[in-house]
């Protein structure tokens, strides 16, 4: 240790982005006049100077060791003097300023199992929280859905036949640290059982004023059980977020019997056309049915093929339901509408249909 | 415990298929790396029952610094004891996630050395993620990275981790230098991002355009997007060449315009600048055509957040427009009258978003002393019900009245 502490360096931040621009990019910064897609997963910008800078887009499963980024390394060395990029959906970007490097560059990722695409009217790949992998408050794993999904899907990811735009993410819970709620279609772990209390060790891991305060519904209060103090949960007033046993450990809501899926659709966060929305609930919920989750990736399919083959040209998800309105998304979608379905917490009354435009 | 193979047949499912599998992942650094082969018995574990097996946290971290490190332990550290500890490590991502070879092999080397050689690239907050250390690792891990250059991200009620988009470096759209001001602001609030002292996270995200890349408008605290304040830049012969070869100009780009704001008489394109939202839709159609005005700012919003607590929120205007220009310094001073008022105010793990649901909008831009605006809102009030804050008495003159 002493030798660590004597050059230790604090608060220095991350590198400068300028030592990792690729030359190319260094002389046409802000000076890009236009992009074309020349293909599936593989672009070009053209600058005012005439200079063209390819892009070449692979998926990733966002887990990875470091025997593929080192691969990653090497394919950059071969075809991109040594640098590459990632991008906000956890692909890998590789910057090519050879047009004739790009066809053996896509040679080699396939060969290392990356497909290329997911630029233009395709499926980009699916944004992801940690799962069991990592998490102590997951409902349902994350990456094991998230490869059986885009197994299914990877046609849609490798070419742009879609109508739009079509973006999947998945949160392993409430917390949703892959932030779903903006997605065209988004995969949510849910709970539904009440918290299963600890009464023999809350008082010495948490603070009981701060459980209680912890409840958006005030279900949780102070309470004495054999003789410890402790809280009790009113249960029919638990919505299952979870956030009291983010503040407590033992208040455990993780229940194999009752945690599962929700699936919600229609959300969107690009300005383009319509304002950003929300995503809405589409399937309440469905099993947690590892290792292929066979009732969500079916789910999932047939929503994205739904809406590929009723959506207008550049219309999203969400675009598409709010022109031709929810009861036919329910009944196009075969969804049982059902109780679940309707929103009761704060400002649901603003989600209650309130006009007769109504289709028959 | 290397020459035990850990039977996963569940997990061996997710090797088939085209899409990359992340368990041959986890099986490659499994080759050389204990922790990963006991991540894989335990995975295949949860498989099995449908459930983690993950502690609830654990304060964790290196000297001085309250965020960057998320304590992890398993539940079952007698049958995995290689993941007893297994912690996350988030490292501040440069701007863009731009790197070169060498760089990433310095981190693949350091990881090598001292976790489980999994990671994330990158996390959902932009970070690249470090996946499963044990504590003795953390401080010569820390050391190694800042030789190398890299210093910890943000976790807990602190600055998260500032993230944008490709920005100016390749993206013809970028209305600001997305990638300089997160620079900056990551630079300028070090304190705020390793030092937890709000009460919960808060988060900037920099787009450069109304496409909004990296979800600011859904996923930040303070959300900065691109917009121009002037006229979209059209070539006409670029618009002639699209209708040329074959683009229903029409139907693809007139009938789209939310704002109604364009006609296409077959020759010429005209828009009515002072009319368009500046939604993108046309110039993500035609960029070789049409382009952002050259009077380039941002919009500033504020307040987006995922569900926990009190329900999600999208970010809502707090500047319409702004020029963004180092030292950023409209900014910094919002940003500091903010985080008084929150920090004064606010509850524990009350998101700024929140905050300001509780105490009314007007309420908040009298406390950050800016002046309300009609771009902040969707439409102005549907109820009667206005907090008048003074009220005349009966003696008072008509004179004291005007």
Known sequence: ?360 | MADTVVKTPKLDELEKGKWPSFVKEIKMAAKTSPMAQDLLGQLELSYEQKLGHWKHGGIVGVMGYGGGVIGRYSDMPDKFPNVSHFHTIRINQPSGWFYTSKALRTLCDIWEKHGSGLTNMHGSTGDIIFLGTSTPHLEPIFSELTKAGFDLGGSGSDVRTPSCCVGPARCEWACYDTLAMAYDLTMSFQDELHRPAFPYKFKFKMSGCPNDCVASIARSDMSIIGTWRDSIQIDKDAVAEYASRGMDIKADVVDNCPAKCMEWDGKELHIENSYCRRCMHCINVMPKALRPGKDRGATVLIGAKAPIIEGALLASVLYPFVKIEAPYQQIKDVVAKIWDVWCEEGKNRERIGEFIQRVGLGNFLDAIEVEPVAEMVAHPRENPYVFYEEYFEEDETAEEQK
């Not at chain 1, 050059?7 to 300028?18: A, K, S, W």
């Not at chain 1, 053209?46 to 025997?67: D, N």
């Not at chain 1, 959906?89 to 497909?115: A, Y």
């Not at chain 1, 949510?188 to 603070?207: S, V």
Request: charged share 25%; net charge positive.
């Open chain 1, 1 to 360: 240790m002493p030798e660590v502490m004597q050059e230790r360096l604090t608060d220095i931040g991350p590198p400068h982005y300028d030592k990792f621009l690729p030359p190319i990019v260094k002389e046409n910064y802000g000076k890009w006049r236009y992009h074309e897609v020349i293909k599936p997963g593989v672009m070009v910008h053209v600058s005012e100077t005439g200079k063209k800078l390819f892009t070449v887009r692979a998926a990733s499963p966002r887990l990875i060791s470091i025997e593929k980024i080192r691969n990653y390394a090497d394919l950059a060395d071969k075809y991109c003097d040594g640098y590459l990029r990632f991008t906000s959906r956890h692909n890998v970007e590789f910057l090519l300023t050879k047009e004739e490097n790009i066809d053996p560059l896509i040679k080699d990722l396939r060969v290392l199992g990356h497909p290329v695409g997911g630029i233009q009217n395709s499926i980009s790949s699916i944004v992801h929280t940690q799962g069991w992998i990592h998490c102590h408050s997951a409902a349902t794993d994350a990456s094991g859905i998230v490869k059986s999904v885009m197994d299914e899907l990877v046609g849609y990811f490798e070419t742009m036949v879609l109508p739009g735009k079509l973006r999947i993410a998945l949160a392993c819970c409430l917390n949703m640290c892959g932030a779903v709620h903006c997605s065209d279609i988004a995969i949510l772990g849910i709970h539904r059982r009440p918290p299963k209390i600890d009464h023999e060790n809350l008082h010495k891991t948490c603070e009981i004023p701060s459980v209680s305060a912890s409840c958006p519904t005030a279900a949780i209060r102070p309470a004495t059980v054999g003789g410890k103090p402790s809280v009790e949960v009113i249960e029919e007033r638990c919505m299952f977020c979870a956030n009291c046993y983010t503040v407590c450990p033992s208040m455990k809501l993780n229940d194999p019997l009752n945690d599962g899926v929700s699936i919600w659709v229609g959300g969107k966060v690009s300005n383009a056309r319509h304002e950003p929305m929300f995503s809405k609930l589409a399937i309440p919920f469905l099993p947690n049915n590892p290792p292929r989750w066979p009732e969500v990736t079916d789910a999932v399919k047939g929503l994205v093929e739904l809406w590929a083959k009723n959506a207008r040209k550049y219309e999203r998800m969400g675009e598409w339901i709010n022109r031709i309105g929810w009861p036919k998304f329910f009944q196009m979608a075969g969804i049982e509408f059902q109780k679940e379905h309707i929103d009761d917490f704060k400002h649901a009354g603003l989600t209650y249909k309130r006009s007769t435009h109504l289709t028959f």
